[in-house]
Each structure stands twice: as C-alpha cells, then as structure tokens.
C-alpha cells in the first residue's frame, strides 16, 4: 500500500479508541513526510535531534514534531524551539536541560515531555524504573521547572514474539503511568499519555491502553539503517 493508504488505515482502526498514531519518519526523506502530511497527518516522530531540526526548517510548521529517540543534553539546543514534545526523558538532569533550553527560546506554551520507563528484558534500551521516576518528581529541581510539561509515560517492549511478555511490559508500564498519576497528578488533566506500542506489536499496546503509537515501517516501509 501506499504512504497515504497506510495513514488511512491506522486512521480507522484507530478511530474508536483514545490512542493516536504517531508517524515515524526516521531516514526517510521529506518528500515521504509530506505524502503522510498531505494525506491529513500532523504528529511525526524522530530519533535524532539533528535531523528533526533539519526536517522542521524543510516542512509545514503546523506539524506536531516528537522526539522518540535517546537525547543526549548537548543535543536539546537543536530542537528546544519547535519541538512539540520529547517522549522520552530518562533522566533528571536531561529534563533541566530542556527546562533550560526552552527558557532561553522563551517558549510561551511549554515542551511536552514523557518519562521514558525501561520495560524491556534488554539492557541496550534506555529508561528509568518508576522508582527513579518518582524520585524525579519529587525533587527540588522538577518543582521550580515552568517551561516544561510532563504529560506521561514512554516504553519500548522486548523486540520478542512472546505475545505473554509483550503484555507483561504493556501492563507494566501502565500501572506505572497510574501510580504516577494517582500520586503526583491527580487532577491534572495533561498527565494523559502512555506511549507505547510500535509496527510489530501495536495491535497488543492498544489493547492494554495505550494512548499513543509510535509506528515506522508500518506507514513508511524499511527504513535505510546506513543513515
């Protein structure tokens, strides 16, 4: 199918749930970006800072940009004045950098951040457990940022089969995202998001409550790893 035909499809087995779709652009040029655009898309995502920056100054400036890749701090000054949200923070001194960055653009409408949340049985993925997440958000530090909003959780799964551990790690994260929400965002409607689920295991994330897909190959087809 398509670029366009595969928007359309997520778009409607996705019509009667909460979650959203969040198009994976990573390596793949702007002129593919544009096909997922014109076809109604607005939310994209993208693993390195560098080239966000570089597609954001080439596309419409209405898109809904994510970083969905690692951060490194020296890296947030690239994205800090467009970017929509950064799905995955994992660390506290990160979110200060981005807290900082966003200060110094004087951003009127904050960055959206997501606390990444290691699930998976692989040690080469990133995350925090949901103990280091509470910490953060107990600390002195987090309480006196005003230019940054944590609206959820992130996770990646185990690149498994196992349909048993993928739900394991969904449910996981879930209950992460609400004993965070139930200690430190009761009543606060912008912590919403659980942001899990990619092309080979969506159908299992939705299923266990995600709000949020984040899918590559699905929509755009391989992508070219020399890049």
Not at 76 to 97: G, P, R, W
Not at 98 to 106: D, F, L, Q, V
Not at 181 to 208: C, H, P, R
Request: proline content about 2%; overall charge negative; glycine content about 6%.
């Amino acid at each position: 199918m398509s670029i366009k035909e595969n928007i359309l499809y997520f778009d409607e087995q996705l019509r009667q749930t909460p979650c959203r779709l969040v198009a994976v652009s990573k390596t793949h040029p702007v002129e593919s970006i544009l096909e997922a655009y014109h076809a109604g898309h607005r939310i994209f995502g993208e693993n390195k800072a560098q080239e966000l920056a570089d597609k954001y100054e080439q596309l419409p400036h209405d898109i809904n940009w994510h970083l969905i890749g690692h951060l490194q701090t020296n890296k947030v000054k690239y994205i800090a004045k467009f970017v929509d949200t950064i799905q995955s923070v994992d660390s506290l001194k990160l979110l200060v950098e981005i807290n900082k960055r966003a200060e110094m653009h004087g951003r009127t409408l904050p960055i959206n951040c997501m606390l990444q949340i290691s699930i998976a049985d692989e040690k080469t993925k990133y995350g925090m457990t949901c103990d280091e997440a509470e910490e953060l958000l107990r600390s002195e530090e987090y309480r006196q940022m005003k230019y940054i909003s944590i609206t959820g959780v992130m996770g990646i799964a185990t690149n498994t089969d196992n349909e048993q551990q993928l739900r394991a790690e969904f449910m996981q994260l879930r209950n992460c995202f609400t004993r965070l929400k139930e200690t430190y965002f009761i009543g606060s409607d912008y912590f919403k998001e659980i942001s899990m689920g990619m092309s080979s295991d969506w159908q299992l994330a939705v299923a266990e409550g995600s709000t949020m897909i984040r899918v590559g190959s699905g929509i755009f087809g391989a992508r070219d790893y020399s890049k």
